[in-house]
């Protein structure tokens, strides 16, 4: 079994690429971000430390954190100690559980390929768990409209995001392989079948 890292920028189109791989490959596919949040639920392990930090305020009617209520209380705060202590509960904890996922599909050997998706691959070191990672590249322009379309994110907040997240240089930088994703769908399938081949 192959363990792939999926990586890229915001409106690069990693969803798509994840489902085409997956009609494409007998795989598992974990997205950190869908991860992180089902880790977050009452009785998970990030749920305590989380409320420990922030307060019963950051909760909703039902007891439950509440996912926006947690952002705004992180981004208001200038200094970004918040966020840095939030991600130190919670990306361990993501990584801790992927390894023992991975762990689980190569004990049962049903599938050729482990593909993990998250934006923060490179910067968490993901390297040192998987064999290869995977940029997922699409043209600045693309990206933009498609967060126009996809999103109704304005200018503005595009403009933020992007300017958080690592630049071109470093994912190629890193990435052993990248899939040009600025085109059609089909253009995106022939590449992942030369890959898939390989």
């Known amino acids: 079994m192959k363990v792939i890292g999926i990586t890229g920028g915001v409106g690069s189109g990693k969803s798509e690429v994840l489902k085409l791989i997956d009609s494409m490959t007998k795989c598992v596919i974990v997205k950190a971000d869908d991860l992180a949040r089902s880790l977050e639920i009452r009785g998970e392990v990030c749920f305590a430390p989380i409320v420990e930090l922030l307060g019963e305020g950051v909760l909703q009617e039902d007891g439950e954190i509440d996912p926006k209520k947690m952002a705004q209380m992180i981004f208001s705060e200038e200094s970004g100690n918040l966020r840095d202590k939030v991600n130190g509960i919670v990306h361990p904890a993501v990584k801790k559980r992927i390894l023992s996922l991975i762990k689980e599909a190569d004990r049962r050997k049903?599938?050729?390929y482990f593909f993990i998706e998250a934006a923060l691959l490179i910067e968490d070191h993901y390297d040192?768990?998987?064999d290869?990672?995977?940029y997922i590249y699409a043209d600045e322009n693309v990206r933009r409209q498609r967060l126009?379309?996809?999103?109704g994110y304005s200018d503005e907040k595009i403009e933020g995001i992007m300017a958080?997240?690592?630049?071109?240089?470093?994912?190629?930088?890193?990435c052993k392989v990248v899939i040009d994703n600025s085109g059609t769908l089909e253009m995106t399938r022939g590449q992942l079948?030369?890959?898939l081949q390989n």
């Open 148 to 151: 126009r379309d996809s999103r």
């Open 193 to 195: 079948e030369r890959l």
């Open 110 to 112: 049903q599938v050729d």
């Open 128 to 130: 040192v768990i998987v």
């Open 164 to 174: 958080s997240q690592s630049s071109d240089e470093v994912f190629r930088k890193y």
């Open 132 to 134: 290869e990672l995977w």
